[in-house]
């Protein structure tokens, strides 16, 4: 197989790496022995993809510092540095460049730094994040707002937090609002530094748009969506369908949600925080929940043909899962595990037909690779 590449890129051999991958994940598939449709592939752009970077400090006495990422190949853990990093956008690169600019001249900003995230939108602003083996003080905290200001003087949209044991400290704001392209329509969605966003903002909206596909002529059925994170599929989804009922367990990204449904002004969506098992006992009529009351929802009103899940590497993991999304007449199943993927369809495929079947590059010339399914009752 081709060598992954951790810090740089090779556009001219992109198409290669990508025609590994799908060719990977198809013979996964076929031998499960699984009736395969042609799939679409949707190809990243070859460079400047990525929308979030973290990079290790390593310091210096002549340069300051310098970012460095480290390569584990071969079981040996190798620090590889960077200055400029053709997979990361243009605006964290500019970021990166003046964040080591400044802090020649400000040790409160130098000292102790340790890491170094960076997060931005297709509208290149930035949030960037700096933690810390020490105290943040009151000198630092004047040294952040210093920092931040000379980055705005240097044409960088950019805010910063600060990070120590048991300390944050936001300059002005920790969440940027992205603007994606889904079939001609925005999508607005908070970003909250800390917090999961989809790294590649440019195979994002394709994978948007394919589960929009997936998602015509229902009008006037209800959506059922387990794992829904901050909500970029159920703002995006949720005008295809009569009600939503979304499901997330995590606080921070349930609330994100509300505020991203809110923003792209999406009123039949009733998210509730409920585990994928909890889902399965208030349908199954096991349990009664008051999350559920608490947010008025009576499950007696949904016409529940569709499935949304988006669930981690490991895949559906068990029988009863399987058997669960077995119940609905069509799911929509997005995957970041080739292997879970293949073992799940396995199953789904005796009561399923796979209609449409996608790959997503999320991280180019690396093993990983997204896909998509629209299973439909037979």
């Known amino acids: ?99 080591k600019e400044y802090a020649l001249t400000d040790l409160q900003i130098k000292n102790r730094l340790f890491e170094a995230d960076f997060l931005c939108n297709l509208q290149g602003d930035v949030i960037i994040t700096l933690n810390y083996h020490k105290k943040l003080d009151e ?54 530094e800390g917090t999961f966003t989809q790294p590649n903002a440019v195979t994002c909206e394709k994978m948007l748009e394919f589960a929009l596909n997936c998602s015509e002529d229902m ?14 599929f159920t703002a995006t989804l949720a005008p295809c369908y009569r009600k939503v009922l979304a499901t997330e367990v995590a606080r921070v990204p349930t609330q994100n949600a509300l505020r991203n449904l809110e923003k792209n002004n999406i009123d039949n969506v009733k998210l509730v925080r409920l585990s994928a098992v909890e889902v399965t006992q208030a349908l199954n ?30 895949g559906l993991q068990d029988e009863a899962a399987l058997k669960f999304t077995a119940r609905f007449d069509r799911v929509i199943y997005i995957s970041c595990g080739p292997e879970s993927f293949a073992s799940d369809l396995q199953f789904l495929t005796k009561t399923h037909r796979i209609e449409k079947l996608a790959f997503f590059d999320q991280f180019p010339y690396t093993r990983h690779l997204e896909s998509g399914a629209l299973l439909v009752r037979r």
């Open 1 to 99: 197989m081709l060598k992954e590449l951790l810090t740089t890129t090779d556009p001219h051999n992109y198409q290669n790496y990508l025609n590994e991958k799908t060719d990977h994940v198809l013979n996964l598939l076929k031998a499960k022995g699984i009736t395969l449709p042609p799939p679409q592939i949707f190809p990243s752009i070859p460079s400047n993809y990525r929308m979030r970077a973290e990079f290790a400090i390593f310091h210096t006495e002549t340069t300051g510092f310098e970012y460095c990422m480290y390569d584990k190949e071969g079981g040996k853990k190798k620090r590889v540095f960077i200055n400029y990093f053709d997979g990361v956008s243009l605006a964290i690169n500019k970021a990166m460049s003046l964040l």
């Open 139 to 192: 000198a630092f905290a004047a040294s952040l707002e210093k920092l931040r200001s000379f980055l705005h003087e240097k044409s960088l949209n950019a805010e910063i937090v600060a990070r120590a044991r048991k300390q944050k400290i936001t300059c002005k704001d920790d969440t940027l609002l992205e603007c994606l392209k889904v079939n001609g329509k925005n999508v607005y969605l908070y970003q909250i």
């Open 219 to 232: 009008q006037n059925t209800d959506l059922l969506e387990l794992y829904c994170g901050s909500g970029t």
């Open 285 to 314: 009529r096991e349990r009664t929940f008051n999350r559920l009351q608490q947010k008025d929802v009576d499950l007696n009103e949904y016409d529940f043909k569709t499935l949304l899940i988006d669930p981690p590497r490991a």
